[in-house]
């Protein structure tokens, strides 16, 4: 079945720093990619829409210049948090659709900045 | 506005004792809805698609049922390794569009 990859799974960082998280789809082309944010006890949020070779598209209230998306391969599209700050801690997806209908997500990354 | 309601937040069950989880949706165009398990600290696994009002999927104690307003998940004689939670999600209108999500129903199982 359709995999998709993420790395890292957890990652703690210090208030200022950045960072990178990895999405891969192994065995199929995504040319589209989303990603999610989770915070306690609280649904999936759509934070963007990954498309391969242009810019993503941002929901509403998502800063685009602190969640940069890039989206360079049809295989790869990286989340990174510039100058996270601790209310930044939550719990990150994203997800690929290899189908029309179907989707199949990562297992998520956890990053906790102090 | 388009909208997901899961219910209950939380359901706590004896082991063997069947119940039913609720996703109630308010949406223009659905294209499917969706069901996935989500353990702590991991990504969502797919359970089932349901496309139209009277579809019926099964996955051993698992039945997912649709109708034009909300989709049922029962659970039957469950298990302690059932619990975790339980997501909602629908596609509207294109294909290849963001999933929306309910808040999910978490599910505690003792033996």
Known sequence: ???????????????????????????????????????PKQSLMLMATSNEGSKATYEQGVEKDKFLINHASLTLSTLTVTSAHPEDSSFYICSASPTARGYTFGSGTRLTVV | EDQVTQSPEALRLQEGESSSL?????????????????????????????????????????KATLTKKESFLHITAPKPEDSATYLCAVQINQAGTALIF??????????
Request: proline content about 3%; glycine content about 10%.
């Open chain 1, 1 to 39: 079945g359709a995999v998709v990859s993420q790395h890292p799974s957890r990652v703690i960082c210090k208030s200022g720093t950045s960072v990178k998280i990895e999405c891969r789809s192994l065995d199929f082309q995504a040319t589209t990619m989303f990603w999610y944010r989770q915070f």
């Open chain 2, 22 to 62: 609720n996703c109630s949706y308010t949406v223009s165009g659905l294209r499917g809805l969706f069901w996935y398990r989500q353990d702590p600290g991991k990504g969502p696994e797919f359970l089932f698609t349901l496309y139209s009002a009277g579809e019926e999927k099964e996955k051993e104690r698992l």
């Open chain 2, 102 to 111: 309910g808040k999910g129903t978490t599910l505690s199982v003792s033996s």
